[in-house]
Every structure is written in structure tokens, then in C-alpha cells.
């Protein structure tokens, strides 16, 4: 069975900004990728997401994540190590965190009487210099 090019290690709660006092409306919501590692030594990639919640009067809520991949593959390796073809990378290393990412903030959220369920989002489109805006439709 041949290796796959990258193992995914885990992703954690970095920081988080979140203060939503009342019953309000989520206006929109926007993700994105603050920066990103490697470690030549361990092998490990490194990837800064940063999900920013807008409600009506709570604007700049945010949940800063770090998730991290076991590179696996020679030719994966040497392309990021020379940054190639490295916003196809981060699209696929964020589309496999996301769902876990979206659990997390339905779990955090809960107790603020209205829990935040992330839409399914094909993070295909993410780049270091685009961000995903979801805007909520009334």
C-alpha cells in the first residue's frame, strides 16, 4: 500500500475573541489563513486558520486555529519547501480540518442561547490571499 502524501496530526484551539451577549443575528462570517509553517526537521506543516463571526451589535468574534499535517511524500515535501503550487496545499489541508473546525464552534457556541452551525463549505476556493465570506441572506 502506497503512503499518503500527508497525515493529519490534529488541529487545536489557538485563541478565541467571543462575546455575544444577547439573542442577535449572525451577519456573516468569514475564514481565513493568517500563515502558515514547515518544519524541515519533523516534517510537520502548520496552517493559521482564523473564523471571524459578525452578528448585528457583536462584530469581531473570532476563533483562531492551528492545525497540523505529517508530510509524508518526497515530491509533496520538496513542493513545500519551495512554496509551489502552495494555496493547492493549504485548499486541501483546510477542506480536510474544516468539518472538525465547524464541530468545535457549534460545541463553543452553545451556551450563547443561539449555537453557530458553520454552513458545508468547499474550501477548494481558500488561498492565503482569499478569504471566504459567507454573508447571511434575510
Sequence with gaps: MENQPYLFLGFHLEKINFQKNQIEDLQEIRISISS????????????????????????????????????????????????????????VFVSFVIPFIRSNITSITIDSGTAVVLPTINCRTITLDKTIVLSVDK
Excluded at 47 to 66: A, G, P, Q, R, T
Excluded at 68 to 77: A, R, V
Excluded at 79 to 88: L, P, Y
Design 36 to 91: 502558515y509553517g514547515y518544519d524541515e526537521e519533523e516534517c510537520v506543516f502548520s496552517l493559521s486558520i482564523v473564523i471571524e463571526l459578525d452578528y448585528e451589535n457583536s462584530k469581531n468574534n473570532e476563533f483562531h486555529y492551528i492545525a497540523g499535517y505529517k508530510i509524508q511524500d518526497e515530491e509533496t515535501m520538496e513542493d513545500i519547501k519551495r512554496d509551489k503550487n502552495i494555496n493547492d496545499y493549504i485548499s
